[in-house]
């Protein structure tokens, strides 16, 4: 469950954007962008008695990942903007392993093939004030996140599996700066949040360009840090996630 202090903060957070002043220099515009993310892969998982490496036991190794989101801003002061967004993480790996292991009450031995199956999805709904709106853009607000995932390992004789789903709202900011007369930008997209022994952190800096009808790409550097501790059916997880990513975008 949420800790109710870093609810209250994320709520007051909001608040205190939703009272500064909006600028917009358009009644309304709409963004949407899909693309691809080159992921890589560290860290350890833990559920039952034994801290499990995701690469030197579990064999994780590079995965591509599908990046959606959509945006919708208008011009009116009182309401915030809304942002939509989605990302998968979904990797099959094979090892064999190089000592004996436990995970969710299943023993996996020594010299053991195993398979391992993460499947992990984040879908984000974002409300957000632009504060600035002009060269230089900024966006803060408060995304709530539905975050689902799942760990399986497999061997010959054992099948073991942890679970996690939890709705947890996180800060959101968001910068850009357009370089004029030219449709090329820079920017950087964050959200996160730490509560208890939990930490849910992304970070994106990218640059990108805009054709005159509003059809663009953006390529840059995207990073998810996990933590977890007592989170469903996971005992204890830290998790890296970061690469690069390019997508083909569109404004009207």
Request: charged share 20%; aromatic share 10%.
């Amino acid at each position: 469950m949420i800790h109710a202090k870093a609810v209250a903060a994320s709520v007051l957070a909001l608040s205190l954007a939703s009272a500064a002043p909006v600028q917009a220099d358009t009644l309304f515009g709409v963004y949407a962008g899909a693309g691809t993310w080159q992921q890589g892969y560290s860290g350890d998982v833990r559920s039952g008695i034994s801290n499990v490496d995701i690469e030197d036991d579990l064999g994780l190794d590079d995965d591509d990942s599908v990046v959606l989101y959509a945006a919708f801003e208008h011009g009116v002061p009182v309401l915030p903007n809304v942002r939509a967004q989605y990302y998968t993480l979904d990797v099959d790996a094979n090892s064999t392993l190089s000592r004996t292991i436990e995970f969710n009450g299943n023993v996996f031995n020594l010299s053991e093939a195993v398979n391992t199956t993460v499947d992990l999805t984040q879908t984000d709904a974002v409300l957000y004030y632009e504060l600035l709106d002009n060269v230089v853009s900024l966006d803060l607000g408060l995304a709530i996140s539905l975050v689902e995932g799942s760990i399986e390992v497999t061997s010959l004789s054992e099948q073991a599996s942890a679970d996690f789903d939890e709705v947890v709202p996180m800060l959101y900011a968001a910068v850009r700066a357009d370089l004029p007369f030219t449709g090329v930008w820079v920017g950087a997209q964050a959200q996160g949040i730490s509560y208890d022994d939990n930490t849910l952190i992304g970070f994106d800096a990218k640059i990108g360009y805009e054709s005159s009808v509003g059809l663009g790409l953006e390529a840059g550097y995207r990073a998810v840090q996990i933590e977890l501790d007592a989170f469903d059916e996971v005992d204890q997880a830290k998790i890296d996630v970061n690469g690069p990513y390019a997508a083909i975008n569109f404004h009207f």
